[in-house]
Nanobody, 122 residues
Framework: VQLQASGGGLVQAGDSLRLSCVLS????????IGWFHQAPGKEREFVSA????????YYADSVKGRFTISRDNAENMVSLQMNSLKSEDTAVYYC????????????????WGQGTLVTVSS
């Protein structure tokens, strides 16, 4: 399975960005899709995830109420709408696919996209 993330960029605090992740190579609905971010010098952390049908979503406490994850199974795409961005959201954002296991755990994700950089200036 291959994942392609896009949509990152340089924005100011309070602005919005929408990240997209497209999956190819396998049936899309087999996978839970998650977003993780990694800031310089820090470990990769869970941000959000969405279950196979799109009805179950998960968020890190730091992004609840600001970020919204959604998926379009017809387009093999997951989107992450990021509103009210803060400087601490600055990181490389990765999408990943999980076939099995707890959606919030990095170790349960087998396939990873290349990452897209989000920079939020204060």
């Amino acid at each position: 399975v291959q994942l392609q993330a896009s949509g990152g960029g340089l924005v100011q605090a309070g602005d919005s960005l929408r990240l997209s992740c497209v999956l190819s190579g396998e049936p899309f609905t087999m996978y839970t899709i998650g977003w993780f971010h990694q800031a310089p010098g820090k470990e990769r952390e869970f941000v959000s995830a969405i279950g196979r049908s799109g009805t179950t979503t998960y968020y890190a406490d730091s992004v609840k109420g600001r970020f919204t994850i959604s998926r379009d199974n017809a387009e093999n795409m997951v989107s992450l709408q990021m509103n009210s961005l803060k400087s601490e959201d600055t990181a490389v954002y990765y999408c990943a696919a999980s076939y099995y296991g707890v959606a919030t755990m990095l170790s349960n994700y087998d396939s990873w996209g290349q990452g897209t950089l989000v920079t939020v200036s204060s």
